[in-house]
């Protein structure tokens, strides 16, 4: 028995014949709505079935066909109605168009048949399309869904939501309510979830809940966060139909914020415990953190230092008691919010409800792992006590520089004259000796002085070079001759390639560096033995090496050995106040070089330096 026909189904008669499409129509109806129509227009009009005759299916077969195209993958059904001995005639390309073929005239029986079931299978086929739809849209959220009727059972749900069903199969029924209870559903500060305020529970009476953030503790160690949503099924009438439960697993988010948490008190702590000022800016230059420290410096521990901070965000800074105030474009947080890094910048601050403080300030970009700068870190280090030092040590080698010498010089004046009177005279023996020994000493004191100055010159940066290039081969065997009356020239022995090329050096510095290591070479090395000078461009640079055949030097002294005021403990001689290597690396380091010793004890040491290609 065919089944019932809808009474919103609608039928189209695309039937030329007057006769043919009245009789149609009375069979139809009732059961159909019929749609007859004026012209070909009709057929754009919206319908579940369509019955057309040879002539309109002829006139009209590429509009069908457009139809068809359309509405697919809705199932379009068509009939054609012809007369039974035409039925082999029909072209082939015509059933492109129609689904079902009717001999004419049709008894009101089979075509109602025919009719039902044709909307029938469009029904089926309409309703496995939407489920699939449905069933594709479930598996395609990344949310897990759970779908309850009204007694809180399950009616649907996509794959994301299989792994959890044993904790969202809850109803308000009490059998159910007592499992729950042995599933550890925590809030999130830790206390236990009451049943009957489970979403599911709550939207099966009719309350939408958003957002509720529950845990499930499994065992001791293991606890997953779900962030959940639910919603009651209503009717516009109000009639619940049942509920619809979504969730996010935000387990690893949790994880995340709070790991973010802790790495944020232990950055807190760590800045706090630093000796040194701390600021972190973000991109503005907005101050985002401030240890408590830098607000002692800047002056702004009594109240909020950050807004405080943000009216002097300048820093009145000066690099001299008197100078004039950085510009803010050259201040080292705008600089390392640049992408720069700032290294011991010196100045003055004069801040608000503080003293004068001298600070040493380095800045440097924040960065994420991609290299975007995300803001700055600007450390201050109250240097004020260090730059009292540096200022006694500076009027203190002012006083060695000038007031000693003048002493020395007059002394020096006298033993010249004493010395070229005893020589007129022909006085000889202890007399003649003493004054030699007071002219050496007073040179080696000279020298003492003259070491002193120069290596505060030159950590203060006081010792400007004047580069050349400088031809070491011939610099070399000028500098011995010219020396000989101070060096053991016999004993040293020169090894420089004819096509090395020159250096860029300066003449006087330069000279300065041989002499020290030259004459400690001499000094420390067993009379008689050699003294080798060889010389090896590497890449840009060129490697001069010293050796001698000296007793060594114990290992645990080679890493001090260029330290200020450093001598090797045991050493045969102690003259000097150990600066002289001190002073050479200072230079070596001036013109861009470094310095090293490699040493073995018995077979003698090679100190090393390199200079640049000029």
């Not at 590429?62 to 809705?74: H, I």
């Amino acid at each position: 028995m065919a089944d019932q026909p809808s009474p919103a189904s609608r039928i189209l008669l695309l039937v030329d014949h007057p006769g043919n499409r009245q009789r149609l129509a009375n069979a139809l109806a009732p059961q159909y709505a019929v749609v007859l129509p004026s012209s070909d227009a009709t057929l754009a009009e919206p319908v579940d079935c369509c019955l057309l005759d040879a002539p309109a299916l002829a006139r009209l077969t590429e509009r069908l066909l457009q139809r068809k195209a359309v509405e697919a993958p809705n199932f379009l059904p068509m009939i054609l109605l012809i007369p039974r001995e035409a039925v082999r005639l029909v072209p082939p390309a015509y059933w492109d168009v129609i689904d079902e073929v009717m001999s004419i005239p049709a008894e009101k029986p089979e075509l109602l048949q025919r009719v039902s079931s044709l909307l029938r299978i469009r029904r089926l086929t309409s309703e496995v399309r939407q489920k699939a739809a449905a069933d594709a849209t479930l598996a395609s959220l990344a949310e897990g869904l759970i779908i309850y009727d009204t007694t809180g059972h399950i009616l649907q749900n996509n794959h994301i939501a299989d792994a959890y069903l044993d904790y969202f199969r809850v109803t308000p029924h009490p059998p159910f309510l007592d499992r729950t209870r042995d599933l550890h559903i925590e809030t999130v500060d830790g206390s236990p979830f009451p049943p009957e305020a489970l979403p599911t529970v709550r939207a099966l009476a009719g309350e939408t809940i958003t957002g509720l953030v529950m845990a499930f503790r499994y065992d001791a160690s293991a606890t997953q966060w779900l962030s959940v949503n639910a919603a009651p099924i209503q009717l516009p009438s109000g009639e619940r139909m049942g509920a619809v439960v979504t969730f996010t697993d935000i387990t690893r988010r949790r994880q995340i914020e709070e790991e973010r948490e802790r790495l944020y008190a232990e950055l807190d702590s760590t800045i706090s415990a630093i000796a040194d000022g701390i600021l972190v800016f973000d991109t503005d230059g907005k101050v985002m953190r401030m240890n408590p420290t830098a607000r002692i410096l800047l002056g702004t521990h009594n109240g909020n230092g950050i807004e405080q901070l943000e009216e002097q965000i300048a820093f009145p800074l000066s690099t001299t008691p008197d100078g004039p105030t950085m510009p803010v474009h050259v201040l080292p947080v705008w600089q390392a919010l640049r992408g720069e890094t700032v290294h011991g910048l010196t100045g003055l601050l004069r801040a608000p409800n503080t003293r004068e403080t001298w600070l040493s300030i380095s800045a440097a970009p924040i960065r994420t792992t991609q290299g975007r700068i995300i803001g700055a870190i600007l450390s201050l280090t109250d240097v004020t006590v260090l730059h009292e030092l540096q200022q006694r040590q500076e009027d203190f080698l002012r006083i060695v520089s000038h007031d000693l010498r003048n002493p020395l010089t007059i002394i020096q004046g006298h033993i010249q004259l004493l010395s070229s009177r005893l020589a007129y005279a022909g006085v000889n023996g202890d007399m003649r000796s003493g004054v030699e020994a007071i002219q050496r000493s007073v040179k080696r004191m000279n020298a003492m002085i003259q070491d002193l100055v120069d290596a505060t010159r030159l950590e203060s940066g006081q010792f400007p070079l004047e580069l050349h290039a400088v031809d070491l081969r011939d610099y070399l065997q000028n500098l011995l001759s010219r020396t000989e009356m101070l060096i053991d020239y016999a004993r040293i022995t020169l090894e420089i390639p004819s096509d090395l090329p020159p250096v860029s050096a300066d003449y006087n510095r330069l000279e300065r560096i041989f002499i020290n290591l030259l004459s400690n070479a001499l000094k420390y090395s067993t009379p008689g033995t050699p003294v080798l000078v060889r010389a090896r461009r590497e890449g840009g640079m060129v490697r001069i090496a010293v050796t001698d055949e000296g007793p060594g030097i114990p290992p645990e002294d080679l890493p001090l050995l260029f330290q200020r005021y450093y001598r090797v403990k045991g050493a045969r001689m102690q003259e000097g106040i150990g600066l002289g290597l001190y002073i050479s690396r200072l230079l070596v380091e001036a013109h861009g070089g470094r310095v090293w010793v490699e040493s073995e004890v018995g077979k003698g040491s090679t100190f090393s330096f390199t200079l640049p290609v000029a």
